[in-house]
């Protein structure tokens, strides 16, 4: 998207040079990487980074809304709200489609949004790795309010932590190990010193959480909650001591009940130039009479799962539970990334973070997803190269 970037990236680019980078992810973190990393980052100009930072601000400014709590209380169902002070939603993730406007010139669209952490280690790891194997100029970066990676660790140090010592801070994920974002969980404990717990092992006494190391029982006072209540659900026996809707003595860094908050549920209260129309399936009194151009997506899914992009009035009528389904309009992704052999399509993702004493969110860095297929996600992509999730890295 940046010519001069991509000209440059893509004369020196070999597939022998991509696999050097993958081997070298490899032996820094064996055996870690289980999801695929495309062959080139993206390269954002400065009006689409602008769009992007306002198609955020404007978002925000919902969430920053007096009743914002009350508008969300369905969001959440009852048997998975989880008790104590939830505060604010300390992660904000934006998901947006890069698509051209009316007059040509390329804007987000924004596809999905969560009040919940996302690769926020490996994110702000991933530039440097590109850096190193291929030719990338000083005029671009994967930071935005912060300068670089270092100032990047030492504020997320200082928002993960808190005042507690990091061996009294967990990341809670269910099997960890066997995480496809399982990476991100390793460089979490090398930047940052925090461990990643599985639900099943962590102890309960009374209102008090512990989790073993070396032998002694250490008492958990803070969560980084990687846990999602989607992928709870298919565990119904799940072994342990602590429900994570138990009531506890922790503070949460991103408190469980704002992944059902800041969500699908939320793109119906949002309007602009940047947010396609969505509505609660319930709520139509009748459907668009452009219905090929909508998608529907049931409200507590996540990565994409249930999603269909073709429906009729028939396959509507046919649910059982509308309460639980939204219609979208359709965005239509841009080909804008240059392959050696065609044009691909782009997703971005910005990440958030909201420390309690700062007034407004902190836009830290960026995600992004490269496609060829009819939607952004593996099963879309399968034996494709040139897709995948990569960094953005933004004109200065």
Known sequence: MIPEHRHTYNAAFTNERYQEMLA???????????????????????????????????IIEVIQQNNFKELTEAAIPAHQRVPGDEGRPEFLTFDFA???DANGELEPQLIEMQGFPSLYAFQSWLPGIFHQHFPIADTVSAFLEVANEEEYWAEMHRFLLGNEASENVILLEIYPEKQKTRIDF?????FWGIDAVCLT?????????????????????????RVIFDELERYPNLPGEFRLTDDV??????????????????LPL????????????????????????????????FAGAGVRLHVT????????DKQHYLLQRKVHYEPVVQSPDGLVKAEIRLLYIWHSDQPRPRLLCGLSRLSRGEMIGVDFNKNKDWVGGTTPLFER
């Open 98 to 100: 890069v698509c051209r």
């Open 186 to 190: 390793a460089l979490t404990k090398k």
């Open 313 to 320: 009035a028939e396959d509507l009528d046919a649910l059982p």
């Open 201 to 225: 092992k962590v102890r309960k006494s009374g209102r008090q959480l512990f989790y073993e190391k070396d032998g002694r029982q250490i008492p958990i006072k803070r969560i980084y909650n």
């Open 24 to 58: 070298d992810i490899e032996q820094q973190l064996p055996g870690q990487l289980d999801f695929r990393v495309a062959e080139t980052p993206i390269f954002i100009p400065a009006l689409l980074k602008k769009k992007l930072i306002k198609a955020g601000d404007d």
């Open 270 to 301: 949002l309007s602009g130039p940047f947010v396609p129309p969505s509505y609660f399936l319930h709520e139509l009194s009748s459907y668009p009479a452009d219905l090929e151009n909508y998608v529907l997506k049931p409200l507590f899914s």
């Open 249 to 266: 003595d922790v503070t949460w860094v991103g408190h469980p009940n704002w992944f059902f908050r800041v969500s699908k549920y939320t």
